[in-house]
Nanobody, 120 residues
Framework: QVQLVESGGGSVQVGGSLRLSCAAS????????MAWFRQAPGREREGVAF????????SYVDSVKGRFTISQDNAANTLYLQMNSLKLEDTAMYYC?????????????WGQGTQVLVSS
């Protein structure tokens, strides 16, 4: 079992920045891939950023490339998402998630989410 707790969400104006954190605990040794997902009202959940924990390799959905950065602090078992140049369309509930193996397929463990609201 892995427990994930997100924090750092809030309200920000267009063009602003936020940094989300996700504290992991439990059996984190199986967390081969960690990711940030988001879901806006009326829309499907989408994967935003992914990191392969052993190698630190990252990938992003096109809409956030160049603006968002996913990173990890292995010593602190914490995942981050630095979000810059925020847009209205970034408004969503953001979730961190983790799974064993590759970053493809269903994620096994999810946090409760943290809300991001971008306003003009």
């Amino acid at each position: 079992q892995v427990q994930l707790v997100e924090s750092g969400g809030g309200s920000v104006q267009v063009g602003g920045s936020l940094r989300l954190s996700c504290a992991a605990s439990g059996s984190t040794g199986s967390s081969d891939c960690m990711a940030w997902f988001r879901q806006a009202p009326g829309r499907e959940r989408e994967g935003v950023a992914f990191i392969v924990t052993r190698y630190g390799s990252t990938s992003y959905v096109d809409s956030v490339k160049g603006r968002f950065t996913i990173s990890q602090d292995n010593a602190a078992n914490t995942l981050y998402l630095q979000m810059n140049s925020l847009k209205l369309e970034d408004t969503a509930m953001y979730y961190c998630a983790t799974k064993s193996g590759t970053c493809l397929g269903q994620f096994a463990y999810w946090g409760q989410g943290t809300q991001v609201l971008v306003s003009s």
